[in-house]
């Protein structure tokens, strides 16, 4: 339109003609402004779009995507956090992550506070359970289980394989660890008495069964022992409200590999040739035995294979066990090339150095293959998530509570119902059932590179609502405690019931969703009849339990999760990047990788790891890909192909 305006005849031209006057001069003077203006217009118009097209538009939400409310309890670093001095010259990470950030030195460290976005919410104000709008208790967890999370069918997702899952355990162990006052194999008496009149105090949480449950029923179980976590108040600081602590390191930096305190690191060292300690079982080398794991059942004693690592969650089951291992190996394969390398460097350089480059490979790991799977292309571009690290000191660097007890475990879903070991011929030879080797690791024993090929050939489970039936109804019967039961879909809302997430609209909201004042206005991403199940459930809409809501909406953008749980899982992994100062390609620190180093170091992918420290002789470039080995062989290098250069050290 404005180039009509540009447009004059010639012929008509009224540039010299004095019989047309002043009005006609002015005229032509506003039209010439008028030009100016609408190409001025345009060219605003056009830079917009060019903005869009290339996708800065969406970088620019980054700031607003996720306001939050409240941080860290402050009381604790006021009242309990330890002092700490720093050499600032330090080229390597401390083993409890202190001195990350050198202004806040305890930012980030094991044994603080998870982050918060919002305030916790619990009806005393303290630590008792929030409560629904009109005072009565929340809906039963293990119902919600059974009635709103109920579908056995299963549904494959064609282009993953089940890798994903242990690689994402993996590195919510190396984030966070939230202890419980016991452990799920034994249970503290007081539990046995939750049906009694006067009832012990631990009973408060346990989720009841109903006789008619249709797993536990027939086991005459009528609780599911579930334990509150250790807070803050076990390590003699008190605070209101109650704040659970991160026993693990908040950054990703390996720690389930190091251990998050001194004493485990020293105790999982060789000190020989920069190496951790490993057990050889036949020819191969595995994580060291857990000398207190040796148990007696009546006048024998037992040593199960359990395994001790820098977490210890590592036996929970055979995929984090099998990743355990694999990352023992790896670290003592990049010793051992060091060492051959360098052997002047002292066993203490060789292993700093070691455990430098393995920190930044499980950091390239998550953000260059793993998360972009889990998020989606728009979701890493909002939240700057594709881009070099743009590490930044006043971001408080920390595991947020809704994240480890909410966001992050709707992956859970994806745990599959069985574990496939497979053959050089691909053809599978054992199967074993996650439900069932909870805390029993031993068939990984000789089996290693079987398991490998196993979760690499295996279709991954899509995401969705529900958990895998198995996981979802276990029965333990062990020696050790009488038959029980442990449901993790359950155990997971009452979790965020226990650290008191607040509840579901106002995470949602947080996160940038419209606003909801009833039910129905849930519709924009909740199928509608979930919404009449809901109804029925909770007494408003403002009462749904957190992780509920997230598991229910539907999934956008190419995320595998609804847009408030990868709203609450890209802030988390965006904060504990750019929160880093070690983090593998921040430069201008005594940590920094040279250029060489990290042109290297950007190379490596799990399928190097895999390479390195198993006998699988073929792998996909894509590790998490699913690839038909008979038809696109072609796409599964040889393990020669993978080769790890360390000629910049
Ligand atoms: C076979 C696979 C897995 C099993 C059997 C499993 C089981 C469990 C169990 C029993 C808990 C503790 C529940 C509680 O008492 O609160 C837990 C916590 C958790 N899980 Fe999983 N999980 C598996 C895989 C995953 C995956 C794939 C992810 C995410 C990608 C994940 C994320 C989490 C998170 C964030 C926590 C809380 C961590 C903490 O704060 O300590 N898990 N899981
Ligand atoms: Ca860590």
């Known amino acids: 339109m404005g180039i009509l305006f540009w447009k004059r005849d010639k012929s008509s031209s009224t540039e010299n003609d004095p019989l047309l006057g002043k009005t006609n001069q002015s005229k032509k003077k506003w039209f010439r402004l008028c030009n100016v203006l609408l190409l001025l217009l345009l060219i605003i118009i056009l830079f917009f779009v060019i903005q869009y097209i290339f996708g800065t538009k969406t970088e620019k939400k980054q700031p607003i995507a996720l306001k939050s409310l409240a941080t860290i309890n402050n009381d604790y670093f006021k009242k309990c956090a330890p002092s700490v001095t720093c050499d600032s010259n330090s080229k390597y990470r401390t083993i409890n992550g202190s001195c990350n950030n050198l202004q806040n030195p305890i930012w980030g460290a094991a044994m603080t506070p998870f982050y918060r976005y919002i305030d916790p919410e619990f009806s005393d104000g303290i630590s008792k359970f929030r409560l629904q709008s009109d ?109 659970v602590l991160n026993q693990n390191t908040h950054f990703i930096d390996a720690s389930n590999v190091y251990g998050s305190d001194s004493e485990t690191a020293t105790k999982l060292r060789l000190f020989k040739g920069g190496k951790l300690l490993d057990q050889r079982i036949g020819k191969e080398s595995y994580c060291p035995q857990n000398p207190s794991a040796i148990i007696k059942v009546g006048n024998k004693t037992e040593e199960p294979i359990s395994f001790f690592a820098g977490d210890v969650n590592v036996n929970q089951n055979l995929g984090i066990a099998l990743f355990q291992n694999l990352f023992l190996r790896f670290h003592n394969y990049i010793a051992d090339k060091l060492q051959k390398d360098h052997p002047t460097w002292t066993d203490e350089m060789v292993y700093q150095e070691t455990r430098r480059i393995v920190a930044a490979v499980v950091q390239i790991i998550t953000y260059e293959q793993y998360l972009p799977i889990i998020l989606g292309e728009q979701y890493m571009k909002e939240y700057g998530l594709n881009r070099e690290t743009n590490y930044d000191p006043s971001i408080t660097v920390a595991m947020a509570q809704e994240m480890t007890s909410g966001a992050f475990r709707l992956l859970h879903s994806m745990i599959p119902a069985q574990f496939n070991y497979m053959s050089k011929n691909y053809t599978t030879y054992e199967v074993e059932k996650p439900s069932e080797s909870f805390l029993r690791p031993d068939t990984l024993i000789n089996n290693v590179d079987g398991f490998v090929r196993g979760l690499i050939e295996t279709p991954g489970r899509k995401t969705r609502p529900e958990y895998n039936h198995l996981i979802s109804n276990i029965v333990i019967k062990s020696a050790l405690v009488n038959t029980t039961g442990f449901d993790l879909q359950s155990y997971d809302v009452q979790r965020g019931r226990d650290v008191g997430l607040p509840p579901y609209t106002k995470i949602r909201t947080l996160c940038g969703l419209p606003k909801v004042k009833s039910f129905d206005d849930l519709s924009d991403y909740i199928p509608l009849e979930k919404i009449e199940q809901l109804k029925s459930f909770y007494k408003s809409v403002h009462d749904i339990d957190t992780l509920v809501g997230m598991l229910l909406e539907n999934r956008i953008n190419g995320s595998m999760v609804g847009p408030t749980g990868s709203c609450i899982i890209a802030d988390s992994f965006r904060r504990i990047r750019n929160g880093d100062r070690f983090f593998y390609d921040v430069q201008g620190q005594p940590g920094s990788f040279t250029s060489d180093q990290l042109c290297s170091l950007k190379k490596i992918s799990l399928s190097h790891i895999i390479c390195a420290t198993s006998n699988v002789d073929h792998v996909q470039m894509d590790t998490f890909s699913l690839i038909d080995h008979i038809r696109l062989m072609k796409l599964k290098p040889n393990c020669t192909m993978y080769k790890i250069d360390l000629s910049a050290w």
Not at 143 to 157: E, P, S, V, W
Not at 190 to 210: G, M, S, T
Not at 214 to 226: A, C, D, E, Q, S
């Open 135 to 243: 005072g009565s208790n929340l809906p039963n967890a293990r119902h919600l289980t059974i009635k709103l999370f109920q579908n056995n069918t299963i549904a494959y997702d064609w282009k993953y394989n089940e890798l994903l899952v242990p690689w994402g355990q993996f590195i919510t162990h190396d984030m966070a660890y939230s202890a419980v006052n016991s452990v799920n194999s034994s249970f503290p008496d007081a539990l046995n008495h939750c049906q009694d009149k006067n009832q012990p105090v631990e009973c408060e949480a346990v989720i009841r069964l109903f006789p008619d449950d249709p797993v536990y029923g027939k086991y005459n179980l009528t609780i599911l022992k579930f334990m509150r976590l250790v807070t803050s108040a076990n390590y003699s600081c008190p605070l209101i409200p109650s704040t």
